[in-house]
Protein backbone atom coordinates (compact mmCIF):
# COMPACT_ATOMS: atom_id res chain seq x y z
CA UNK A 1 0.00 0.00 0.00
CA UNK A 2 1.08 3.08 -0.55
CA UNK A 3 -0.07 6.35 0.78
CA UNK A 4 0.26 9.98 -0.76
CA UNK A 5 0.01 12.97 1.25
CA UNK A 6 -0.57 16.53 -0.34
CA UNK A 7 0.21 20.15 0.89
CA UNK A 8 0.81 23.47 0.07
CA UNK A 9 -2.62 24.36 -1.41
CA UNK A 10 -4.19 27.82 0.40
CA UNK A 11 -5.54 31.27 -0.92
CA UNK A 12 -3.69 33.25 -3.05
CA UNK A 13 -4.36 36.50 -5.17
CA UNK A 14 -4.36 37.09 -9.04
CA UNK A 15 -0.91 36.65 -10.53
CA UNK A 16 0.43 34.85 -7.19
CA UNK A 17 2.25 31.97 -6.67
CA UNK A 18 1.72 28.37 -4.70
CA UNK A 19 3.90 25.39 -4.36
CA UNK A 20 2.35 22.49 -3.92
CA UNK A 21 4.62 19.19 -2.29
CA UNK A 22 3.26 15.02 -2.52
CA UNK A 23 5.07 12.93 -0.33
CA UNK A 24 4.90 9.04 -1.14
CA UNK A 25 5.11 6.72 1.70
CA UNK A 26 4.80 2.72 2.65
CA UNK A 27 5.66 -0.15 0.30
CA UNK A 28 6.66 -0.21 -3.45
CA UNK A 29 9.30 -1.23 -5.75
CA UNK A 30 9.78 1.98 -7.49
CA UNK A 31 7.56 5.14 -7.95
CA UNK A 32 7.48 5.28 -12.17
CA UNK A 33 5.42 8.67 -13.38
CA UNK A 34 4.21 11.01 -10.60
CA UNK A 35 1.86 13.68 -11.61
CA UNK A 36 -1.12 16.90 -10.48
CA UNK A 37 -4.61 16.62 -11.68
CA UNK A 38 -6.96 19.10 -10.61
CA UNK A 39 -10.60 19.41 -10.35
CA UNK A 40 -12.84 22.33 -10.37
CA UNK A 41 -16.11 22.49 -8.94
CA UNK A 42 -18.62 20.88 -11.64
CA UNK A 43 -15.96 20.02 -13.88
CA UNK A 44 -14.29 16.71 -14.91
CA UNK A 45 -10.87 16.05 -13.28
CA UNK A 46 -7.80 16.88 -15.83
CA UNK A 47 -4.57 16.18 -16.17
CA UNK A 48 -2.14 19.32 -14.92
CA UNK A 49 1.44 18.19 -15.28
CA UNK A 50 3.40 14.54 -15.00
CA UNK A 51 7.39 13.72 -14.76
CA UNK A 52 8.78 10.07 -15.32
CA UNK A 53 11.25 8.93 -13.06
CA UNK A 54 13.90 9.92 -15.20
CA UNK A 55 12.54 13.70 -15.17
CA UNK A 56 10.45 13.79 -18.44
CA UNK A 57 7.72 16.74 -17.69
CA UNK A 58 4.00 16.81 -19.61
CA UNK A 59 1.59 19.99 -19.01
CA UNK A 60 -1.16 20.77 -19.80
CA UNK A 61 -1.57 23.96 -22.50
CA UNK A 62 -3.28 25.83 -20.03
CA UNK A 63 -0.20 25.76 -17.35
CA UNK A 64 2.66 25.86 -19.58
CA UNK A 65 4.73 28.34 -18.68
CA UNK A 66 3.45 28.47 -15.60
CA UNK A 67 3.39 25.70 -13.56
CA UNK A 68 6.76 23.35 -13.04
CA UNK A 69 6.46 19.79 -11.84
CA UNK A 70 9.59 18.77 -9.99
CA UNK A 71 10.66 15.11 -8.11
CA UNK A 72 13.10 14.19 -5.62
CA UNK A 73 13.57 10.43 -6.26
CA UNK A 74 15.37 10.20 -2.78
CA UNK A 75 12.64 11.31 -0.77
CA UNK A 76 9.70 10.28 -3.24
CA UNK A 77 8.22 13.38 -2.99
CA UNK A 78 6.96 15.31 -6.17
CA UNK A 79 6.42 19.42 -6.20
CA UNK A 80 4.29 21.68 -8.28
CA UNK A 81 5.95 25.35 -8.72
CA UNK A 82 2.68 27.67 -9.75
CA UNK A 83 3.37 30.71 -10.81
CA UNK A 84 0.92 33.77 -12.40
CA UNK A 85 -1.89 32.20 -10.95
CA UNK A 86 -5.36 32.97 -12.78
CA UNK A 87 -8.71 32.29 -10.91
CA UNK A 88 -9.25 29.53 -13.48
CA UNK A 89 -6.60 27.41 -11.57
CA UNK A 90 -8.91 27.11 -8.78
CA UNK A 91 -9.36 23.37 -8.29
CA UNK A 92 -8.80 20.76 -5.46
CA UNK A 93 -5.61 19.78 -7.01
CA UNK A 94 -4.60 15.76 -6.73
CA UNK A 95 -1.35 13.86 -6.81
CA UNK A 96 -1.17 10.73 -8.65
CA UNK A 97 2.17 8.13 -8.15
CA UNK A 98 2.05 5.29 -10.71
CA UNK A 99 4.13 2.51 -8.71
CA UNK A 100 5.54 -0.72 -9.36
CA UNK A 101 4.95 -3.52 -6.52
CA UNK A 102 6.26 -7.04 -6.01
CA UNK A 103 2.86 -9.17 -4.71
CA UNK A 104 4.36 -12.33 -3.77
CA UNK A 105 6.64 -13.13 -6.65
CA UNK A 106 4.51 -11.17 -9.00
CA UNK A 107 5.54 -7.40 -10.19
CA UNK A 108 2.37 -5.41 -11.19
CA UNK A 109 2.21 -1.77 -11.52
CA UNK A 110 -0.34 0.08 -9.60
CA UNK A 111 -2.07 3.51 -9.35
CA UNK A 112 -2.29 5.86 -6.34
CA UNK A 113 -3.94 9.36 -5.24
CA UNK A 114 -3.66 11.47 -2.65
CA UNK A 115 -6.67 13.27 -0.69
CA UNK A 116 -6.33 16.51 -2.51
CA UNK A 117 -5.31 19.97 -1.86
CA UNK A 118 -7.47 22.94 -2.45
CA UNK A 119 -6.11 26.03 -3.78
CA UNK A 120 -8.48 29.08 -4.93
CA UNK A 121 -7.09 31.87 -7.01
CA UNK A 122 -9.30 35.18 -5.26
CA UNK A 123 -8.70 38.63 -4.67
Known amino acids: QVQLVESGGGLVQPGGSLRLSCAAS????????MGWYRQAPGKQRELVAT???????NYADSVKGRFTISRDNAENTAYLQMTSLKPEDTAVYYC?????????????????WGQGTQVTVSS
Open 96 to 112: NADTTNLRGSVYRRDDY
Open 26 to 33: GRFVSINT
Open 51 to 57: ISSGGST
